[in-house]
DNA sequence: CAGTGAGCGAGCTTCCGCTTGACTT
């Protein structure tokens, strides 16, 4: 029996450090924190000074039962969670939980997993730190009593399920503003002016740094340009200099996965998970930036073996974010040596990532000499620039170059990183092609995954180990999707000056596309513009940083957590039962107009099915006649919706023809436009405009999926033909009725019965969700529930 | 899923931060 047990919070380092430490020590984890506040009502206890209410939960009873056992057992247990405020918390949680004693309990920190590391902590023991516990909870009951007060507003104000929180709120606010200033957005266009000199290989190009706003401008200076004299009136050449980028963080290393691989945030920790459970590389969750001595000396050794002496360069990187707690090191590979690892192709390409980005982090700069040539024209008084870069040395660039968002492509990509021929002061040049393109100003960037991670970060909203799962909760709850959009066709004029002659062109460009960014939902943007009307102090981006103000002063025993509390809860509560007893239910509802042939009022607003459009006056005791109603399609909003685009979707549903004697329909439902025809249903392709489908378009579509579905099947029944058996993505399974069943392994879907099946499905269980009216809905109970079920996975 | 947009109205939803597996139609 070991005579110590020491406890830290992951598995994987648990294994490391058991390593280290010998026979003395057994080393187990808590797999992160052991107790939580209960669900209900009660978990803080107000009016008695916060009073939290714990319960350890059901996925978590096996671990504390092992160690209370293993706690019991030993002399002395070494309290080794993380130094940081949720770390003291967990200690705190599982000093009260394993039923420790005071003078048998010890609590160590240490920031990096290495042998020296570990035996310092446990020569330098301290006791848990109640400033920081109080911190923590101040911290927890803040979160829990702003998302279960505000949520539940949002259920009687806009829709039942909706959350809101300290964190997601944020998150989806920067979305919605974002798209907000990018619809507001006023394109300005401008011609630039490019030429090009020397021909061949000494060709060269040249930007005039000023850009006309009138094409008659831009042709007034080509025109001017023409057989005039262009000399280099200045040549100018400075060295420059490149640093290379500090060690992953999981941020950056989210960032640059999402720019490099393409990856997406959950992506990403995924696959470095994996990396780290075979010990490959450090903890994958951190904000530091600081790499171990140990592995600055590997870095070095390294870096020398296999690039020389002169490309290392020793450095130490210094967080710039005020709100990290640096509990752990930066991010890198375990062994630096290792340049590549056993693993699949997505580990093998993010280890790869990882490696270059710590051992370039530790290598010299890069060296140019940046040259400027301003040239001169006879005829007017601007001048042409031209610059080149001449790189001198690679240092890191020989392995690592850090990937820039997409923001201001655009000027950049001319005269970087490009040569100039040699050129002498006073030179005269031939001009071979001067263009003037119009141009046009870009709107802000909209979000990916990654830089609203970015944002978040420097904002010091969430943490490490929650910016994944705050990127997936605000997509759950559809307040923000991730697309791909089409962009418009837009025309551009471009002249050309060439022998002495002015060629005018009309161009077309492709503008606006978009690839996995993400775009707020009528929803997400309704719920925001409620939260920031009735809850501006919450949603507000300064709001974390002023309360973790706060939670710093607890921490330094400054601050009483509870006084804290008090000064934060009174006026919100008051500001919540005022939201609930004043404020009108929010559907953002927006008056387009007139129809322009009955003059009936046309508007749009959310309901419960989603963004609608609604033409003519609800109905009263008045006005019996009933108004018209149509969904709006994916990618329309009700705040940009145009009254064209809103009538066109009175144009379906609409028969399209008949087949086998019945009547197919073109309509678009939650997940698209399609097909229905004798109670079956066809997705429509996207690149089928659902208003122009032919009858023959139709037919050829029903029989493609008949045939797929014929495909799937493996046996049905005369019994009932509503059931079958069908081969799905994950294996076999019984389609009953909508329900769907698996196949246990023990059974061979070839030899199943009709009552094997039926015996499955009952077994089945039932307390999926009643229908929303009770005793009508009950009469197919079994349907219902499982379709729901269906959609919500398919969403992620 | 699927042409609705209300309403009888039980009982449910929800936060942020630490950690991994279990599970997927």
Redesign the pocket.
């Known amino acids: 029996m070991a005579k110590n047990l020491l406890i830290v919070?992951?598995?994987?380092?648990a294994k490391t450090i058991e390593g280290y430490l010998g026979k003395d020590f057994t080393v187990k984890?808590s797999?992160?924190?052991i107790r939580?506040?209960v669900?209900s009502e009660d978990a803080i206890d107000i009016a008695n000074n916060f009073t939290q209410k714990y319960e350890v939960p059901a996925d978590k009873k096996q671990v504390v039962s092992e160690l209370k056992k293993l706690a019991k057992e030993a002399e002395m247990v070494w309290l080794a969670s993380?130094e940081?405020?949720?770390g003291e918390a967990i200690s705190w949680h599982l000093f009260e939980t394993l039923g420790l004693k005071d003078a048998t309990t010890k609590r160590i920190v240490f920031h990096e997993i290495t042998k020296p590391a570990i035996l310092k902590a446990i020569d330098t023991p301290r006791k848990i730190d109640y400033n920081l516990v109080n911190a923590q909870q101040a911290r927890?009951v803040l979160?829990?009593l702003v998302?279960?007060e505000l949520?539940?507003v949002l259920?009687k104000k806009v829709k039942?399920?909706l959350?809101?929180?300290?964190?997601?709120?944020v998150a989806v606010r920067l979305i919605v503003d974002r798209e907000r200033e990018i619809n507001k957005f006023k394109s300005e266009a401008a011609f630039k002016i490019v030429a090009i000199f020397g021909k061949g290989k000494e060709a060269f190009k040249a930007e005039l740094p000023e850009r006309f706003s009138q094409q008659e401008d831009a042709e007034k200076f080509l025109t001017d340009c023409m057989g005039a004299d262009f000399d280099i009136r200045s040549l100018e050449t400075k060295p420059a200099k490149r640093s290379p980028a500090a060690p992953f963080t999981t941020s950056t290393l989210q960032q640059e996965a999402s720019r490099k691989l393409g990856y997406s945030v959950a992506r990403t920790m995924q696959v470095a998970?994996k990396l780290?459970?075979s010990g490959n590389i450090t903890?994958m969750?951190t904000d530091s930036v600081n790499l171990s001595e140990t592995a600055l000396n590997a870095a070095q050794q390294e870096i020398i073996s296999a690039y020389g002496e002169k490309y290392h360069h020793h450095r130490k990187y210094k967080t710039k974010n005020a709100s990290a707690?640096e509990a752990h090191e930066a991010i890198r590979p375990t062994y630096f040596n290792n340049h590549t690892i056993d693993g699949d192709s997505s580990e093998k390409r993010l280890y790869e990532l990882i490696w270059k980005r710590a051992i370039a982090s530790q290598m010299s700069e890069a060296q140019f000499e940046k040259t400027t040539a301003k040239i001169s024209i006879s005829s007017r008084k601007e001048e042409l620039t031209a610059n080149g870069e001449v790189m001198k040395f690679d240092g890191f660039l020989k392995v690592y170059l850090e990937s820039a968002d997409d923001d201001e492509e655009d000027t950049q990509q001319d005269g970087e990183n490009t040569m100039l021929p040699p050129l002498t002061k006073g030179q005269r040049l031939a001009l071979q092609e001067m263009s003037a393109t119009e141009r046009f100003s870009r709107p802000p960037a909209r979000y990916t995954e990654a830089s609203l991670v970015k944002k978040l970060e420097e904002l010091g909203?969430?943490?490490?180990?929650?910016y994944a799962p705050?990127i997936s909760?605000i997509q759950n709850?559809g307040y923000v999707v991730k697309e791909e959009r089409e962009g418009k066709i837009r025309n551009f004029r471009v002249l050309t000056l060439k022998a002495d002659a002015i060629v005018k062109e009309n161009k077309t460009e492709n503008t606006g596309a978009e690839r996995g960014k993400l775009f707020p939902t009528d929803i997400g943007a309704v719920v925001n513009d409620f939260l920031v009307q009735y809850f501006n102090d919450i949603v507000d981006f300064n709001f974390t940083a002023s309360v973790e103000k706060q939670f710093d002063e607890i921490a330094q025993g400054l601050k009483e957590w509870t006084a804290m509390l008090h000064d934060f809860y009174n006026p919100f509560h008051k500001e919540v039962q005022s939201t609930i007893e004043t404020a009108d239910k929010a559907t953002g509802e927006r008056e387009l107009g007139v129809h322009p042939e009955n003059g009936k009022k046309i508007s749009v607003r959310i309901?419960?099915?989603?963004p609608?459009v609604q033409v003519g006056d609800?109905a009263t005791e008045e006005n019996e006649e009933k108004p018209l109603?149509?969904?709006l399609r994916n990618g329309q909003s009700i705040e940009t919706i145009s009254i064209e685009e809103a009538l066109e979707l009175f144009k379906l549903?609409k028969v399209v023809g008949e087949y086998e004697g019945k009547v197919m329909?073109v309509?678009i439902?939650?997940?698209?436009p399609?097909i229905?025809h004798n109670s079956a249903?066809v997705?429509l392709p996207k690149e089928i405009d659902p208003l122009d489908v032919t009858e023959e378009q139709a037919i050829e579509l029903i029989n493609a999926k008949r045939k797929k579905d014929a495909e799937k099947l493996i046996k049905s029944f005369d019994e009932d033909p509503e059931v079958k058996v069908l081969n799905?993505?994950?294996?076999p399974?019984i389609e009953f009725g909508?329900l769907?069943v698996?196949i246990p392994k023990d059974k061979d879907p070839l030899t199943l019965t009709y009552e094997e099946c039926k015996a499955l499905a009952d077994a089945m269980p039932k307390d999926a969700?009643?229908g929303?009216?009770?005793k009508?809905a009950s009469a197919k109970p079994a349907a219902k529930a499982p379709?729901k079920?269906?959609?919500a996975?398919k969403k992620k």
Do not use: C
């Not at 959350?163 to 709120?169: D, H, I, P, T």
């Not at 309901?607 to 989603?610: D, M």
């Not at 799905?728 to 294996?731: A, I, L, M």
């Open positions: 919070e992951s598995p994987a380092k984890s797999y992160g924190h939580d506040l669900k993380d940081d405020r949720e927890r979160d829990r998302g279960f949520s539940p259920w039942p399920s959350s809101a929180g300290r964190v997601q709120s998970q780290y459970e903890y969750r707690q909203i969430g943490r490490p180990s929650t705050t909760t709850r309901g419960r099915y989603g609608f609800s109603y149509a969904s549903p329909k309509a439902g939650r997940f698209g399609y229905s249903f997705s799905g993505r994950w294996g399974y909508k769907n698996k969700k009643k929303r009216f009770g009508a379709a079920k269906k959609a996975v």
